[in-house]
């Protein structure tokens, strides 16, 4: 039993050894990868915030003065499905504003 804990243990040094030579070879592309991976999800980060923002007080705009509008009008537009198409439209914007901001945090990493 202690001849397999010496050889373990030797075995475990080797390889820690040369682990440690291998990551220090590649340290400086792994840290070139690291911070082009932080600024493109800074990047994806700021984009989508702020088309989400936008987005949101178009939203909200169109919702205020959707329902300034006269009962009787806010009727027949339900009858006629605008507010599901409304629906449909954000949402389609949302998913590709989504998709934008990825393809940005992408465009980052080579």
Known sequence: MP???AF???LFRVLFQYLGRLFL???PSLKNLFFQLLLGLGVTLVSYEGLSIATEGILNYVADN???MP???IG???LAGIPEAMNI???GFAFSFGIWSSYRAF???K
Do not use: N, P, S, T
Request: without cysteine.
């Open 25 to 27: 070879a590649f340290l």
């Open 71 to 73: 009962a009787d009008l």
């Open 66 to 68: 959707y329902f300034r």
């Open 107 to 109: 465009k980052f990493i």
């Open 3 to 5: 001849a397999l804990a």
């Open 89 to 91: 439209i954000f949402g």
């Open 8 to 10: 373990l243990g030797g």
């Open 76 to 78: 027949l537009l339900g």
